[in-house]
């Protein structure tokens, strides 16, 4: 299984504003997202993420990925094919199946994942903004990985995709 990171920052790594706010990502970037979590099939992310995501008009083009949410609680989720898992080893169980599996957010959880080992790849697409404030890719851990650049795409005009492979120790 390979584990994909898949995120959209600021070009000073912030994912969203304190308030959650993501409304500067642009559509280029949700449709190359889109298209990555189509692909694989499957996607992780965290409580929060999920609230905020679901309740995107765009998120209907995911309604057919399985969704594995990663939180302390148990919860009931909005479709059948949602999952929740207690941990980042508890989400990759329940996608043993796929080839490729996406973790996207928030940044307490991209972190748990590092800090874990857990990742293969990262991609990061760079919006052309600078926010002063707001939720990091990588929160609440301590941890050092060291990443191999693969490579970049350019997705418009002002906006890169970055391709790290997670150089395992």
């Known amino acids: 299984m390979n584990v994909m990171l898949y995120m959209a920052i600021s070009a000073n790594g912030i994912i969203a504003k304190n308030d959650d706010d993501t409304g500067w990502i642009s559509k280029e970037e949700w449709n190359s997202y889109s298209a990555a979590v189509r692909a694989a099939g499957c996607l992780i992310v965290g409580r929060r993420t999920y609230n905020i995501l679901t309740k995107q008009p765009e998120f209907s083009e995911l309604k057919d990925v399985k969704l594995v949410v990663v939180s302390h609680e148990d919860f009931k989720t909005l479709a059948p094919n949602h999952l929740v898992a207690h941990s980042p080893k508890d989400a990759l169980a329940l996608l043993k199946d ?72």
């Open 98 to 169: 796929f080839k490729e599996v996406i973790v996207a957010g928030g940044g307490i959880l991209n972190a748990s994942f590092l800090a874990e080992n857990l990742v293969d790849e990262i991609y990061l697409d760079v919006e052309p903004i600078v926010l002063g404030d707001g939720i990091p890719v990588f929160k609440n851990k301590d941890f050092e990985r060291k990443l191999k650049f693969i490579g970049y795409k350019q997705i418009t005009e002002n906006e890169i995709q970055l391709h790290y492979r997670v150089i395992r120790d």
